[in-house]
């Protein structure tokens, strides 16, 4: 077993051990099971109970709200192959895994119906419509988290999608990276620089203090990836401009341009960290003031049938 797999055996699971760990009362189970690695754990200030990374793994008690629901994207709608989502002509998103290091309470895919979506084991048929859709060029690595997969079906997978000659891109959307930084592995950093696709990796980082030295480290081995960062705006996590100025500026030392700020998709349970669309907007300008224009992410959210809608 390697080092990455062990440390994913040193995760917090449940409240009592989140409570004993931080030592706090906060956490009680609600809806999503509460998962948090000891890498991601370890940079949470116990001392503060208004920790932000801490605030996006507690679960909060469910408020009533009009709007929010159970699958607020409706993923199933734009799934002609179980196991892969094509949304967009260009390009297919695949569920490569129902597992993720960690579990964000705001996630919108928190109630997804995995089992009927698991792209590895309905590859073949995954593969034929691909094969008979030439104008796709780029496959996405999501899930849960391709990350968690290990080396070796990630490399299967790979050399799956290689073997497509239409298929140019392959862009993975992670936060097992951060959350994780053990999981980027010499064998991981070897098996994208060899592939003949131009890889993509879409870091999913919410605040600075996320940015550990290990991940500063980690990330720096990826030397042919061109690196992207999505964040989601959350209330009370970063929803002020100095947080995000801190973020962008951080991520772009370590060679990561922002691309995404996600506007909450609205799922139930995560009511409480919606920031309302005006809020939003005047963030988002007031950040176009203070960073340079690459800096600054594009304000986006996701629509269940439509495309992305930029604010
Ligand atoms: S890592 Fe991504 S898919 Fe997994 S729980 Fe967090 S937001 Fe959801």
Redo the contacts with the bound molecule.
């Keep these: 077993m390697s080092h990455w797999q062990q440390n994913t055996r040193n995760t917090l699971k449940g409240a009592d051990k989140c409570n004993a760990f931080f030592y706090s009362e906060q956490f009680t189970e609600q809806n999503?099971p509460i998962k948090i690695p000891l890498e991601f754990a370890n940079l949470i200030d116990k001392r503060n109970p208004n920790d932000p990374l801490l605030k996006q793994v507690l679960p909060q008690i469910k408020i009533e709200q009009q709007g929010f629901s159970v699958e607020p994207l409706e993923d199933e709608k734009n799934s002609p192959v179980a196991g892969l989502i094509h949304k967009y002509p260009n390009r297919v998103l695949l569920i490569a895994s129902r597992v993720?290091?960690?579990?964000?309470q705001?996630?919108?895919?928190?109630n997804f119906n995995y089992s009927e979506h698991d792209a590895i084991s309905n590859w073949q048929a995954i593969e034929d419509y691909i094969r008979t859709h030439p104008q796709i060029n780029e496959v996405i690595l999501?899930?849960?988290?391709p990350l968690s997969l290990s080396d070796e079906k990630l490399q299967v997978l790979i050399s799956n999608i290689e073997r497509i000659p239409h298929i140019k891109n392959l862009r993975f959307?992670?936060?097992?990276a951060v959350?994780t930084p053990s999981r980027i592995t010499v064998e991981l950093v070897k098996m994208l620089d060899k592939t003949r696709l131009s890889v993509v990796l879409v870091t999913?980082v919410n605040h600075a203090n996320e940015l550990s030295n290990k991940f500063a480290k980690a990330i720096q081995q990826l030397t042919r990836v061109t690196l992207l960062n999505q964040s989601?705006l959350l209330k009370d996590v970063n929803d002020s401009v100095s947080v995000l100025s801190t973020l962008s500026s951080d991520l772009f030392a370590l060679g990561i341009l922002p691309y995404y700020l996600h506007l909450l998709d609205k799922v139930s349970g995560a009511e409480h960290f919606l920031v309302d669309d005006a809020t939003a907007t005047k963030l988002h300008r007031e950040l176009g003031k203070k960073l340079s224009g690459y800096l600054v992410p594009r304000l986006v959210r996701d629509e269940n049938l439509a495309a992305k809608t930029w604010l």
């Design positions: 999503f993720c290091a960690i579990h964000c705001y996630c919108f895919r928190q999501s899930g849960g988290d959307h992670t936060r097992s959350v999913h989601v």
